[in-house]
Structures are given as C-alpha cells and as structure tokens.
C-alpha cells in the first residue's frame, strides 16, 4: 500500500470535504429564518407553525453534518497530514477577513436591525 506524500496537496477527499462544509455553512448562515421563527415562537410560548418546526429540523441536520463532516476532516488531517503553508499573506488575509471581521459586522448589524 502506497502511503500519500501531503506535499504534493490536499487530497480529493480533504478537497470534497472542505468546500461541502464551506457551502453547508453558507446554507446555514442565509437561511436561518425558519429555525430563528421556530425559536422565538417556542421562547414565547406559542405553537410554531409546521413550515418553521421542517425548517428547524433541517437546520438542527445540517449543523450535526457539519459537525460529522469537520470530525472526519480533522481525521484525515492527523493521518494525512497538510501541504506546507503557503509563504504570501493574501489567503491568510481573505481567511481572517472572512471568518473573523464580516461574522463581527454582521452581528452587530442583525442585533441593531433586532432592536431598532
Ligand atoms: C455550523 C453550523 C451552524 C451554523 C453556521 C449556524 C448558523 C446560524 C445562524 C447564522 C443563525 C441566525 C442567528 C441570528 O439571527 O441571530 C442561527 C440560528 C439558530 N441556530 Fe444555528 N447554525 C448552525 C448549527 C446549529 C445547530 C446544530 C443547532 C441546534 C442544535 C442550531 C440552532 C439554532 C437556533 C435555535 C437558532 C435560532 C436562534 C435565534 O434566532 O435566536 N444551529 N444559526
């Protein structure tokens, strides 16, 4: 058996993985409505309607796949290892970019949008 030389790049399987999970997070960031209507409505002592309990169990699904799918990723990461860092900063700016200053700024304008 011919043990995989992670210099050579990602595997196909690591590469599936990544962008599933990249477009599952999408999916669950954009279409949140359902599961926040099934919430405020159970929060507030009412019956939420059955379109928002089937959007609330799709979302409660699609969060435990992600989950599943990042465990199996993190896997293959300790048994196949990574390709080095890339040396320019440009993707590291684009990461940071994407996964720390927009969910910040999105916060702070979906509670503003709440209470005003
Ligand atoms: C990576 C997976 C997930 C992502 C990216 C995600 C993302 C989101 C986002 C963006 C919202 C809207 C928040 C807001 O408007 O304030 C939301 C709402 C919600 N999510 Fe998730 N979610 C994930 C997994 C889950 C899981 C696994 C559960 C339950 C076990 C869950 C339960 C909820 C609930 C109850 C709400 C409504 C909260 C509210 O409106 O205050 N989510 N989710």
């Known amino acids: 058996m011919s043990v995989r030389d992670s210099t050579q790049g990602y595997s196909a399987t690591q590469i599936m ?11 669950q960031f954009f279409l949140n ?20 309990v089937d959007a609330a169990n799709i979302h ?10 990042a465990l199996w990723r993190i896997g293959l990461r300790l048994t196949l290892g990574a390709p080095p860092a890339p040396t320019t900063s440009s993707s590291c700016c684009c990461s940071l970019w994407l996964f720390s200053t927009l969910p910040a700024r999105w916060c702070s304008t979906s509670s503003s949008a ?3």
């Open 17 to 27: 993985l990544h962008w599933t999970v990249a477009l599952l997070v999408a999916f």
């Open 33 to 52: 409505q359902g599961i926040g209507d099934a919430f405020r409505a159970v929060m507030s002592g009412e019956e939420p309607t059955a379109d928002a």
């Open 60 to 69: 409660v699904t699609m969060g435990l796949l992600i989950l599943m799918l």
């Open 114 to 116: 709440r209470t005003s």
